[in-house]
């Protein structure tokens, strides 16, 4: 299986990556994607902006094992993660996820896997801005630890 893991500030062009993708992998049948994307939080004040950082190398690894796990669960052929660090604003793509298998129920399942596991495990710290210069660092939720707990039972 052919991996392409990068933290990177630039944004991405999904067709392009897609395209890329499709080179790498042999006998795909299927290709999921998921596009992350910034968003404003509903509140009354309206984000400014949203910095990433991340630990160099130890993000890199964690990620790599993320995709190792997924593809001992389901029999991918390529794989393609791309997350942005650095300056983002509402409405910016943050995170890519492309999983290729064979068959759609395997893509479907490593992508969903792997993104969950990315918002609990990978090491990134976000901290917001919003317009009123108020600032605070983005905490955990439950909500995606119990996503990604789902995974546990086969």
Same mark, same amino acid.
């Given at each position: 299986?052919? /991996?392409?893991?990068?933290?990177?500030?630039?944004?991405? @062009?999904?067709?392009?990556?897609?395209?890329?993708?499709?080179?790498?992998?042999?006998?795909?049948?299927?290709?999921?994607?998921?596009?992350?994307?910034?968003? $404003?939080?509903?509140? =009354?004040?309206?984000?400014?902006?949203?910095?990433?950082?991340?630990?160099?190398?130890?993000?890199?690894?964690?990620? &790599?094992?993320? /995709?190792?796990? =997924?593809? !001992?669960?389901?029999?991918?052929?390529?794989?393609?993660?791309?997350?942005?660090?650095?300056?983002?604003? *509402?409405? !910016?793509?943050?995170?890519?996820?492309?999983?290729?298998?064979?068959?759609? &129920? *395997?893509?479907? =399942?490593?992508?969903?896997?792997?993104?969950?596991?990315?918002?609990?495990?990978?090491?990134?710290?976000? &901290?917001?801005?919003?317009?009123?210069?108020?600032?605070?660092?983005?905490?955990? &939720?439950?909500? $995606?630890? =119990?996503?990604? @707990? @789902?995974? $546990?039972?086969?």
């Amino acid at each position: 299986m052919q /991996v392409d893991i990068r933290i990177q500030t630039q944004d991405f @062009q999904l067709q392009q990556e897609y395209g890329l993708l499709l080179t790498r992998g042999s006998n795909t049948g299927s290709v999921v994607g998921f596009v992350g994307l910034v968003r $404003d939080r509903d509140t =009354a004040t309206p984000l400014a902006n949203l910095f990433l950082e991340h630990f160099p190398e130890v993000t890199e690894n964690e990620i &790599k094992r993320i /995709v190792q796990t =997924a593809s !001992e669960r389901w029999p991918l052929t390529a794989c393609t993660i791309i997350h942005r660090v650095g300056e983002l604003r *509402a409405d !910016e793509q943050i995170v890519l996820v492309l999983a290729a298998s064979e068959h759609r &129920k *395997a893509a479907f =399942a490593a992508a969903g896997f792997i993104m969950d596991y990315l918002k609990t495990e990978a090491p990134f710290w976000k &901290k917001e801005t919003f317009s009123d210069g108020l600032e605070r660092w983005v905490e955990a &939720k439950q909500s $995606d630890q =119990a996503a990604a @707990q @789902q995974w $546990d039972t086969p």
